[in-house]
């Protein structure tokens, strides 16, 4: 260590001494004041300040900061040493700031500055702040002992060259089995988006790696303190793929103090909404008919059911069948009680279409039904009382067949008239340019559609559709609002669903993430940003790109974006940290070596320290296959399977559809032939998730002939050497 860094290091350990006592004094005396647990609601507010300091402090003991930023405001005194930490911490008797929250404004600086001698300025709430920048420093403290000082600007030399050393650092760590906060390390381009205003729908695109999930879940954490006042986090929402995925992230808000934030995927959602009116189908057969082997998998075009029910022509077709519906409902003739008196169509009618208009379809019908039912009772009550109770027994006889020509549907039994070739809506709503052959594979697709919604079953793209129905027949409640919207994997998103979701969301409030490359579930979801963007119209949405990949060493990136760039012409490819690891080994086998070489190549990954390791098949068969053969040989691994919701860590075996979004240490990718992955874009876009999963050590196994996607011949990034 040089003198210099010494004497940093010095003059940091009794700066953390002094924070430490301090955060301890005002944590012991806030734990001796007797929690309240009376009715006064002045006690009871005072108590509860006193818990979310308790919990602050506690969360700030063992960490109380991890970075300094000395700044010189213009026109203020001297240079102030800025600490910055998970939260702000004020020194009791001064009240001046020891510790400035990370999402304060002036802590900004802290991510957006880059070195030079020029004055840096933030965006404070009374406007630009300007000032220059002495010192940036980063401090790691591990359960309260100060390990590492790393300066990454210092103004007295002007040199601005370590920080990609230290996140570099910070990005060779293993990692355990849960996603993790990066606030330390958060880059300028990822600070951008975090801090971006609320009222607008982000639609970030970002390469594999690039930080687009933890960026979000730190956008929660951001909104939260900066709109204290109008989000509620309760109010907030992450749509992310599936409860494994959930689980997975499930730390990162916790460790940013940020509890009660609502985690559902879209179906489960809908299907709450829709009142469990429906059940999905089995996940599992359409997997293995899109992601299996052979001929028979279909084209994943505009053909396939999903992009045709996601797409925003079959919203607007479905608002044509509700123009027609709201149109026709009501019956032509007139309400005859009994002989002699008729309630005039015309009545009816302007009930429904005039007086009633402002509300949803079913309640609309409701009023008019008790408005009709009223005019009876008047009506009864004009007749002599003898004459009465017989009347009254014939209107009911007549209303109810009456009522029988304005069916009651439900959002589901209205869909699924829908799909009848002979239903009036169908006939009436389908626009000239369907029928004419803009959707081709329609007639086929309602045919399947009429065998499920038989059995009371749907697809995950007949969601939308029914949710937008229960809009128009019951509209949509405030506590059904939410204040924000995030949705994690949105390339598999469709445009119906996020037209549908902006309806459920205040003023576009989202934060939308995604990446074309991993596009895997093309079936339903978009091929462009501008299928989403234009649902929001002008102004409300804006668009960013990550390019730089963390998790990943520079060799698997490049391995990685070559995979990708022989399947997908012209695509986004990703830059890497400088962070170099060993070179991808791809290794190739005869068939009758196959297993012993898997074995081989886990037990040289397992033993080589990582905690996790991941073996990537291609289908869910060949998993299984995977999985008795380190049975038989005693490794323990959690084989993960669609729909399960616990993600082990540790050893995995998981099909390479199911790998989005995680990531693992070390990973082996099995079956890298031509059959298993051929040069076409899905293929290519499934190889490419597998390979990135991989954040230190990545190999990839093939017997046969090699896939066409693979870099076997630069010897700077790929190894093919059998491992000794
Ligand atoms: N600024 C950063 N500092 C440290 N680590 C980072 C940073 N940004 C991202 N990472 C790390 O990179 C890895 C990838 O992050 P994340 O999973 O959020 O990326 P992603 O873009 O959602 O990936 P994918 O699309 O491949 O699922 C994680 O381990 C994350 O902690």
């Known amino acids: 260590m040089d003198e210099k860094t010494q004497s940093a290091y010095q003059e940091e350990q009794q700066r953390l001494e002094a924070a430490k006592k301090e955060i301890d004094r005002q944590l012991e005396r806030l734990r001796k004041v007797p929690v309240y647990h009376g009715t006064d609601l002045t006690e009871q507010a005072l108590e509860s300040v006193r818990e979310s300091s308790r919990r602050s402090l506690g969360r700030a003991q063992a960490e109380p900061y991890f970075g300094r930023l000395d700044f010189h405001e213009t026109g203020q005194g001297e240079p102030a040493a800025l600490y910055i930490g998970k939260v702000g911490v004020e020194e009791e008797k001064t009240g001046k700031l020891m510790v400035i929250d990370w999402r304060a404004p002036v802590a900004s600086l802290f991510y957006s500055f880059s070195g030079g001698r020029d004055a840096a300025a933030y965006e404070s709430p009374e406007g630009l702040i300007e000032g220059l920048v002495y010192l940036k420093r980063n401090l790691v403290i591990r359960e309260r002992i100060l390990q590492r000082v790393v300066d990454t600007y210092d103004r007295e030399t002007d040199t601005a060259s370590a920080g990609d050393e230290f996140l570099v650092y910070r990005l060779g760590e293993n990692k355990d089995n849960k996603l993790r906060d990066i606030v330390s390390t958060i880059q300028a381009e990822q600070d951008r988006i975090i801090r971006s205003a609320r009222n607008t729908a982000l639609i970030i695109q970002g390469v594999a790696g690039s930080g687009k999930t933890t960026v979000a879940l730190h956008r929660l954490a951001y909104l939260l303190y900066q709109y204290r006042e109008n989000v509620r986090a309760e109010r907030m929402i992450i749509f992310a793929p599936n409860a494994m995925f959930l689980d997975y992230i499930s730390q990162v808000l916790p460790e940013l103090g940020v509890g009660n934030i609502q985690q559902s995927t879209f179906g489960e959602w809908a299907l709450d909404l829709l009142g469990h009116e429906v059940q999905l189908e089995e996940p599992a057969g359409r997997l293995e008919q899109w992601f299996g082997l052979g001929p028979d998998r ?18 607007l077709w479905l608002d044509r069948c509700l123009a027609v519906y709201e149109q026709g409902c009501v019956p032509e003739a007139g309400f005859a009680p009994w002989e002699g008196l008729v309630l005039p169509a015309r009545k009816v009618h302007e009930w429904y279409h005039v007086e009633n208009k402002h509300y949803p379809l079913l309640k609309r019908r409701e009023r008019v039904v008790a408005r009709i039912k009223r005019w009876l009772e008047m009506e009864v009550d004009k007749r002599l009382p003898h004459e009465r109770k017989e009347l009254k027994k014939k209107a009911s006889q007549k209303l109810r067949t009456y009522l029988a020509g304005w069916p009651e549907y439900t959002p589901f039994t209205f869909y699924k008239e829908l799909f009848q070739q002979e239903s009036p809506f169908f006939l009436a709503g ?69 037209a549908l979701l902006d309806r459920f969301t205040k003023n576009h409030s989202f934060t939308i993430l995604g990446d074309l490359s991993q596009g895997i ?7 462009a940003w501008e299928e989403f963007s234009r649902l929001f119209g002008e102004g409300h949405a804006a668009y960013f790109q990550l390019e730089r990949s963390y998790r990943s060493t520079m060799e698997i990136i490049h391995f990685a974006n070559v995979v990708l760039s022989r399947g997908v012409a012209g695509s986004l490819l990703a830059v890497p940290v400088f962070r170099s690891g060993s070179p991808v080994r791809v290794i190739g086998t005869p068939k009758g070596d196959r297993e012993e070489t898997i074995l081989g190549a886990v037990r040289r990954l397992t033993g080589s320290g990582y905690q996790t390791v991941a073996l990537i098949g291609r289908t869910e068969k060949e998993c299984a296959g995977l999985e008795k053969l380190l049975d038989r040989e005693g490794i323990a691994a959690n084989r993960i399977v669609a729909g399960q919701s616990r993600y082990g860590g540790g050893m995995s075996i998981v099909p390479a559809y199911l790998a989005k979004g995680l990531e693992f240490d070390a990973v082996l990718v099995l079956d890298a032939d031509e059959t298993h992955y051929s040069a076409t874009a899905p293929d290519a876009k499934l190889l490419y998730v597998a390979c990135t999963r991989a954040l230190h050590e990545l190999w990839v196994l093939y017997t046969g002939n090699p896939s066409p996607l693979l870099e076997t011949e630069d010897p700077e990034f790929v190894s093919t050497e059998q491992p000794g």
């Open 298 to 315: 279909p084209a994943m075009d505009d053909r396939a059911p999903g992009r045709i029910k996601g797409s925003d022509a079959f919203r």
């Open 430 to 498: 389908v626009p000239q340019d369907l029928s004419a052959g803009g959707w081709p594979g329609i007639a086929g697709l309602a045919e399947e559609s009429r065998k499920l919604f038989r059995r009371k079953k749907v697809q995950p793209e007949d969601l939308a559709p029914l949710v937008h129905l229960h809009a128009a027949f019951y509209g949509i409640t405030g506590d059904r609002l939410f204040d924000h919207t995030v949705l994690d994997e949105a390339q598999d998103f469709s445009p119906f669903q996020v």
């Open 521 to 527: 579930h093309a079936y339903q979801g978009i091929s």
